[in-house]
């Protein structure tokens, strides 16, 4: 009995102690003392708002994409560029003053470099000689001419005359009224005065054919004496280098007493009111780009204080590599696909260039607006006139035709005033 009761006693006990133990489960879920027990509710409204964050984030890239994104393409790779008018001599000369250094301002003209001038002007002395010359005896020509057709005139009388001696004797020797050796010399005499007229007559077209149709300004002999003398004007007009542009100076190399051949670069000249922007886009930035649309510029000399405007002038024909000195060959090893870019010129505004100049050279970001799409992608009509122009060599052509002009009239005064009108 005391067993049996035991044993009652002691099931009991275990199953009060299995109720009382809460289970692991139940552990987990209620948490460790002192840890915040997690919340379904909080972690929904947590993923829903993040939801809604990436929504409203991709909506902001879409709208900027529409109103600004697509509209508008802009790049680093921009660089000023503009026109570098190298001075080169055209003559050989040993150099005896030079006019400017680098960084100097020069006015379109104004001598740069003077060579030694003797040699020229001996040359020119020479040609003016030589031209003076062959006006006189060009003069001799017209008035040979005359002279043959005095000589023709006298000759027909000549002729005439011996005519009409023959035809007397023959009807004196048909009556017997003079002898048969007679009229045999009366013959001879008009066979001689025959053949002299058609001597004449030969001496004078030939001579008309070196004059015909000419004055002696434009007869070929003194025509090429006078481009003998054009030539020499200019080699001696050449002795001094002028600026064909106004601009400033820059890479001068020449120095005093220096022989220099033709061709040889001694400085150059920068107009800095000619420049225009470079930008070097991305093949897949031109896709909307257009000739003549807006452009916003900013220099790094600058900085964001100043801002330029422009347009779009041209855009390119190739790309970069396209035109390099060793273009890439793809098609002779591994290739290895690389965007590729075009350089778009940009055209800035004079007025704002004026008040902020820049140098060649200096890098700039630019932003082109694409909502103007009216613009051909390509020029479709050539330029109705030259881009760039100097008219400073007019005149050397201008001062020798008036050397020319003058040396012909000089030695032509004394001419008759019959040759001097032909």
């Known amino acids: 009995m005391a067993t049996a009761t035991s044993e009652n006693t002691a099931a009991n006990e275990s199953k009060d102690g299995n109720e009382q133990k809460p289970s692991q489960d ?216 002028i600026a064909p542009v106004t601009g400033y100076v820059a890479k001068r190399t020449v120095q005093l007493g220096q022989r220099v051949q033709p061709g040889t670069a001694l400085m150059a000249v920068i107009p800095l009111d000619q420049l225009w922007i470079d930008a070097n886009f991305k093949e897949t930035q031109l896709g909307k780009m257009r000739i003549g649309q807006p452009v916003d510029i900013e220099a790094d000399l600058y900085g964001s204080d100043v801002k330029y405007s422009g347009t779009v002038d041209s855009v390119g024909a190739g790309t970069g590599s396209a035109f390099a000195l060793l273009p890439a060959q793809n098609a002779t090893g591994n290739w290895i696909k690389i965007v590729q870019r075009v350089p778009v010129r940009i055209h800035i505004n004079p007025d704002e260039l004026a008040n902020h100049p820049l140098r060649i050279g200096l890098s700039t970001v630019v932003d082109v607006n694409l909502h103007d799409q009216s613009g051909p992608v390509l020029a479709q009509q050539p330029p109705k006139q030259a881009s760039f122009t100097t008219d400073v060599y007019v005149k050397q052509l201008a001062d020798a035709d008036t050397l020319i002009a003058r040396l012909i009239h000089e030695n032509s005064a004394s001419a008759p005033g019959k040759t001097a009108q032909r």
């Open 26 to 241: 139940q552990k987990d879920q209620k948490g460790a003392p002192g840890q915040p027990q997690k919340n379904p509710r909080k972690r929904k409204l947590l993923m829903i708002g993040l939801a809604i964050l990436v929504i409203v984030a991709g909506l902001g890239v879409w709208g900027w994409y529409e109103v600004y994104g697509q509209w508008y393409e802009s790049t680093d790779d921009a660089y000023v560029n503009g026109n570098v008018v190298e001075i080169t001599p055209q003559v050989t000369g040993t150099v005896v003053s030079i006019g400017a250094d680098d960084g100097d301002l020069v006015r379109e003209g104004q001598t740069l470099v003077q060579f030694d001038p003797n040699d020229a002007e001996v040359a020119l002395q020479s040609a003016e000689a030589n031209l003076g010359k062959v006006v006189r005896q060009v003069r001799g020509l017209y008035s040979s001419v005359d002279g043959i057709k005095a000589q023709l005139a006298a000759q027909r009388a000549e002729v005439q005359k011996a005519q009409d001696n023959y035809n007397r004797r023959r009807n004196l020797a048909a009556g017997g009224a003079i002898s048969q050796e007679e009229l045999s010399h009366a013959k001879d005499d008009l066979t001689s005065a025959q053949n002299a007229l058609a001597n004449i007559q030969q001496q004078l077209a030939t001579s008309t054919a070196l004059i015909d149709d000419t004055q002696v300004s434009s007869h070929p002999d003194v025509k090429a004496a006078a481009a003998q003398l054009r030539q020499a004007y200019l080699n001696s007009a050449r002795s001094t280098l």
